[in-house]
Nanobody, 122 residues
Framework: VQLQASGGGLVQAGGSLRLSCAASGRTVSTYGMGWFRQAPGKGREFVGAIAKFGSMTYVIDSVKDRFTISRDNAKNTVYLQMNSLKPEDTAVYYC????????????????WGQGTQVTVSS
């Protein structure tokens, strides 16, 4: 499975971006898919995940009510919609995939995409 993240960029605080994670090599409809981010000088942080077929989603408290994860299995693509962006959301964002285990907060991912930079100016 190859994952390609895109959609990052520079946005002012309060703005929105939608990140996409396109999968190739095989269908990922039965995979759990996650988003992570890494801010400068910090470790990688789990942002959230979506279950296979999109039946459940989870995001961390710091982005709750601002970020939404969705998937379009027909397009083999997962999305991270980010609204009301804050400077502290500045990071490189990564998508990842794994065999679905039934647990959204399982952080053991098998496949990783390259990151896409999100920069939020104040």
């Amino acid at each position: 499975v190859q994952l390609q993240a895109s959609g990052g960029g520079l946005v002012q605080a309060g703005g929105s971006l939608r990140l996409s994670c396109a999968a190739s090599g095989r269908t990922v409809s039965t995979y759990g898919m996650g988003w992570f981010r890494q801010a400068p000088g910090k470790g990688r942080e789990f942002v959230g995940a979506i279950a296979k077929f999109g039946s459940m989603t989870y995001v961390i408290d710091s982005v709750k009510d601002r970020f939404t994860i969705s998937r379009d299995n027909a397009k083999n693509t997962v999305y991270l919609q980010m609204n009301s962006l804050k400077p502290e959301d500045t990071a490189v964002y990564y998508c990842a995939g794994r065999i679905w285990t039934g647990e959204l907060r399982d952080l053991t991912y098998d496949y990783w995409g390259q990151g896409t930079q999100v920069t939020v100016s104040s």
